[in-house]
């Protein structure tokens, strides 16, 4: 898409609206002279390479995405059941001026259908994905076993980092302690930041 304001005129490849209001900030002095379409054009091209995109300041904001966490049977031996499936992409918006670092963490719920007795529940982060921002001082937490119920990381930023947006999905398994023949199970989750 081309832009234009006054004498300066700026190209976006791809645009997208996160939670925080965003400022498209171009760079390249706009000249007072009347210039033909192909100088335009050229100076569109030029500028198009220096577009970036700045959060304006705000509150820290996590959201999810609204699809259910929805685990797979897997094949295995007959004394217990293993379901695997992939957590909904959950992202953070910091636009705080503090730089104080975030954690974001889930929690797998089980429903009320479920026997959990002896379950273990298996999270494995996959790498954070950058919406906006650095990746630097931003990582994704380690694979860890935990029950059902449990708070687990997923993705933090350390203190003087993570300002920007940011999302983080899992591989999810669960290890029911008998044989079932449900084909899928559907999990309720929660996702918090510290």
Do not use: H, K
């Given at each position: 898409m081309d832009y234009q304001r006054g004498s300066l005129r700026?190209?976006?490849?791809?645009?997208?609206v996160?939670?925080?209001?965003?400022?498209?900030?171009?760079s390249g002095a706009a000249s007072g002279r009347t210039s033909s379409d192909?100088?335009?054009?050229?100076?569109?091209?030029?500028?198009?390479?220096?577009?970036?995109v700045v959060l304006a300041p705000g509150p820290l904001v996590i959201s999810a995405d609204e699809a259910p966490l929805?685990?797979?049977?897997?094949?295995?031996?007959g004394g217990s059941t293993r379901y695997r499936g992939r957590l909904p992409r959950i992202r953070i918006v910091d636009t705080r001026?503090?730089?104080?670092?975030w954690q974001v963490t889930v929690r797998i719920l089980a429903p009320d259908s479920l026997s959990t007795a002896g379950s273990r529940l298996q999270i494995r982060p996959d790498r954070p994905r950058v919406?906006?921002?650095?990746?630097?001082g931003v990582r994704a937490s380690r694979p860890v076993w935990s029950a059902l119920g449990e708070q687990v990381?997923?993705?933090?930023?350390d203190q003087g980092f993570g300002n920007g947006a940011y999302d983080d999905d899992?591989?999810?398994?669960?290890?029911?302690?008998?044989?079932?023949?449900?084909?899928?199970?559907?999990?309720?989750?929660?996702?918090?930041?510290?």
């Open positions: 700026w190209t976006v490849s791809a645009a997208f996160l939670a925080a209001a965003c400022v498209v900030i171009a192909e100088d335009r054009a050229r100076e569109t091209d030029a500028s198009a390479a220096n577009v970036a929805i685990l797979d049977r897997m094949p295995g031996n001026s503090t730089l104080a670092g919406l906006a921002g650095q990746i630097r990381s997923l993705f933090s930023a899992a591989l999810v398994e669960l290890v029911l302690q008998y044989p079932s023949s449900a084909t899928t199970i559907t999990l309720p989750f929660e996702a918090s930041v510290l």
